[in-house]
């Protein structure tokens, strides 16, 4: 038997190297031949000569103990992975190359006294990626509230954020002359910090047990957390959520040096950051639960020696000296501080956030924490590539075997976090999870690196290979990532409205405002000290009163020249004077109490006359579209004669067949209004992503619907009921589609196809030109696949591995139940529909509907999902209205390519009829109350909602 194993030992000794460097030289083969399809036959044989010339040169270089050379070999089994990908894939090559490389490196080399070197590559990576896409100006919402009481020394909203604001302020007026920029840098400096705490508290724990491996395992958390979507948008943009964080990673890397060391240093500093983190949001004391059972588990003496303790206690109250800040600051009438704030009531009211009581525990009942667990797994999915998750499940199997008090600690945290915050009522439920990012990057470091631990090479290389493989995907998510961050850092749309809307304003007016818009609006007016003679309001709910009405008292009780940001259509027409937008860009309007001339250039000079005694004297003029886009015009109408009320204005686009690509109906309100006052509307149309680059036609005409259903149109010029505003043309786009099933394939003359949709029994292909503009095709599948083949890949045959030439046709699957593509806007899709029950309704049911929505671009608007189920004749409605993922997932985080799964419970009355049941969508803006327009020709003819289902008539006597 002895024998037989040496003999064994010398063959496996033989037999490794020449099968690593086969597997090197058909790698590099198929690398070489995919990167260089053009000469796919002498890049594959040079890259097979390399490769196995590099494979025994390798086998050579580390030739020492057969075992470990076997174990370093097998470091090559990603490569494996892309040799047997059966489909052309240079990304998946470089992708596994880069692991097995990286897994190489971590195994051979002994890199334990470069950690300090690592964490200065992290930093220096980390903040220059942060600090190329901060964002350079004004920015709406709560992070202009946090620019605003950063320049003014004012008050936050509940619990207050004083040291926040007191270090965010004295950072930012280091800076004046770009004060927004500077608190905005804040963020991203700050978040940079608790990227390297994160590094050095993993390098912490690991290095307890295995040097070699912390490093990489510090610079592997250090990513998981800098990387994630949420992470990186607070920090470019001023949020107190990268301090928040950074208290909670202080604070666990003083329990773990604690641990390490008993020294009493790190528990003063830990009763200090405790306190500190608890004064700046007291969400730290859910990780904070975990705090003092960790403590005395290190360390069972801390019960038998109290004294120990009390140091710690002083350093724990010291922190909470910054709430100081607040009294002082609301006796000084400073800006946002509430009335009382200097009382003793009114300070503890402000720093417990008891106005926000009512939404803690708001999601409780079983059927809302079922529905909020899968906005959780959502969350998770949002934040980081789906690779990352099983990663991380991966590393808790590790803190299981390995360090369960860390576990405990980490995981704990990380479980009661998620679980009240996932029952807490707020849109920001993205942002308020960070805590537990941090323990999950932490157990993910921490638990990859402790996974495999053992005297045997072949063990020895699990490590590295789990390592290597979470900072190639992180790395290809912050690739994924850093063109829409880039995209967002150049967008100045906020800076943009608020100038124009202070610019705008008369001397001596008034703004209401929503929150969106007041706190940039108070921030501009307090950093330049301009405008101070205009009043910006924040117009907020005022008890029972509907919001709305709230905006129409505030209006009518207004005696100065007034601008509006919110518009509620069926409540504004009530109201006495007219509401006139401001342009296409500002989202406000003016209120007036007579006619006005917009400032709009006159096309021709002449006005157009129609016979219901409506003339169009201005509009704006298109010439340009783009596609998967919307374009917004304002046209005004002047009365010439007295009018009767019912007509609506009607703007259509039509290609150059002449068929009907999107149309903008909207009632003009005419009552009270006399001859000569003039009626401005804002019209929004857009074209689909699968639209041609041709010319279009915008034409506009009025209509009114008679009793009986009849459609009379009013005639223009030559008897004609519709006028020729302007003729654009549109161009190729030079941004992909988004795609719900993408599908990589690679034609040798450069045209890629990048995926497929359905939208009933009508495929929608997404394609790239040789040239790099990206084009979507809609029709059957056969047509579709054939002009593809003509269009875009121009008979090219398509790559297979090894660059390959491969016959042209390929196989697209068909639809799967639910499956749509629905352009609602130029923000977003609809990708998919799914409702339980299925079959027919009955009296009393609930219906549970399953909306799937993908954004085309980061969103800069903060939209409202509207899902109604209509009876027979609207004789009755069950209604759905809330922010995406019941407001966990605001769209205003949201990048390309953002999946967002949204749920919508419906009740039945019990009484019902159920002949002629529907389900429609309607998605519109928060704050203007604008519907998205339908970028879908067929549904837009049919009206302003999307049909989502109907179903068969049946009563409940019929079963």
Known sequence: MSSLAQQFSITSTRLVPVLAAITLGLYLSRLLAEVLPQWWAAAGVVGALVGFGAGRWLWKRFSDEPNAMAARHLLLLPLVGYIITPTFAPQIGLALGGIALLAFIIHHYEMASLGLLLDGVLALAVGSLYLSTTLPGLLPADAGEFQLVAATWGVAHPPGYPLYTMLAGLFAHALPA?????????????????????ARTTRLVIGETDTQMSPWAGLAAGLTFALATSVWSTATQASIRPLTAFFTVWCLNLLFAFRQAKRQRDLNLLGLATGLGLTHHPSLAFVGIFFPIFLFLSDRELLQQPRRLLPAIGFFALGFVPWVYLPLRGAAGATLAPEGLSTWAGFWDHVLARGFAGDIFFFRTLTDLWDRTLVFGNILTFQWSPLVLPLAGIAVMGLTLRDRLALLLLGGGFLLHSALTMTYRAPQTVEYLIPAYVCLALITGIGLAQLAQGKRPVVSIINPLLISSLMIVLAAQGMRLYPDFLWLRQDRSTDQAVEA????????????????????????????????????????????????????????????????????????????????????????WQALSFGAQPGLERQPASPVLFDNGLSLIAWDNIDTLEIGATTSLLLAWQIEEPVEQGWVASVQMLNEAGVLIAVDDQALSLDGKQPGDILVGRFEIGLPPYALPERYQITVGLYQVEGDGQITSAQGPLGQPRHLLSEPEADLSPLPAPTANPRQLVFANGARLRGYDWEGDQLILHGQHPNGRYQSLRGNREQVLATFQDLISGDSVRLGPWGIRLSPDFHIPGPDPGDRYVSLGQDMLLTAVTFEPTGPLQPGDNLTVDLTLRSTRPLLADRVIKVDLIGPGYAWRSQSDHIPATGAIPTLKWLSGTTVHDRHRLSIPTDAPLDSVHLELLVYDHFTNLRLPLLDPELAAQGIVVRLHEWPARTSQAD
């Open 178 to 198: 770009q004060l927004p920029f500077a608190t905005n840098l804040f963020s991203a400096l700050t978040m940079t910090v608790t990227v390297l705490l994160i």
């Open 501 to 588: 809307l202070l610019a705008q304003a008369e001397p001596n007016s008034l703004i209401l405002a929503n929150w969106h818009w007041a706190m940039p609006l108070q921030a501009q007016q307090a950093i330049d000290n301009q405008h101070s003679d205009v009043e910006v309001r924040y117009v907020f709910p005022a008890g029972a009163e509907p919001l709305a009405e709230t905006w129409l008292r505030q209006l009518e009780d207004s005696s100065q020249p007034t601008l509006v940001t919110n518009y509620y259509p069926g409540t504004f027409a009530g109201f006495s004077g007219d509401l006139v937008p401001l342009d296409t860009q500002t989202p406000a």
